[in-house]
């Protein structure tokens, strides 16, 4: 997990997606809507993407994308992201890691 890793770390919010992904654009701007400014790694618009999609893998990521890691810490895929942001959850979750903060 060493490149994932170190990128997830390098900002509050980081989602990793494909550009051709229509529910990595729908995560993207839930985020946004939330008012937070994730990283955002286009996975096939990377020259080591897809190793970094390996390594999603090797990291339980089933799909691979979108990936959310908020704080550092891998949160989970788009289904994990809408059930977080339905239970209320998501955005106390992103004001705790300094992606918004209101």
Not at 18 to 25: D, G, I, N, Y
Not at 30 to 50: C, I, N, T
Not at 69 to 78: D, L, N, Q, S
Request: charged share 25%; hydrophobic share 45%.
């Amino acid at each position: 997990m060493e490149k994932i890793g170190h990128l997830a770390s390098k900002k509050a919010a980081v989602i990793f997606t494909k550009s051709s992904c229509c529910m990595c654009h729908s995560i993207k701007a839930l985020f946004y809507d939330l008012g937070a400014s994730p990283a955002v790694h286009e996975l096939d618009q990377e020259a080591s993407g897809r190793d970094m999609e390996r390594e999603l893998q090797r990291l339980g990521c089933t799909p691979t994308v979108p990936a959310v890691f908020i704080g550092g810490k891998y949160v989970g895929t788009a289904k994990d992201i809408i059930s977080l942001h339905v239970d209320g959850v998501l955005k106390q979750m992103l004001i705790e890691a300094k992606a918004i903060w209101f």
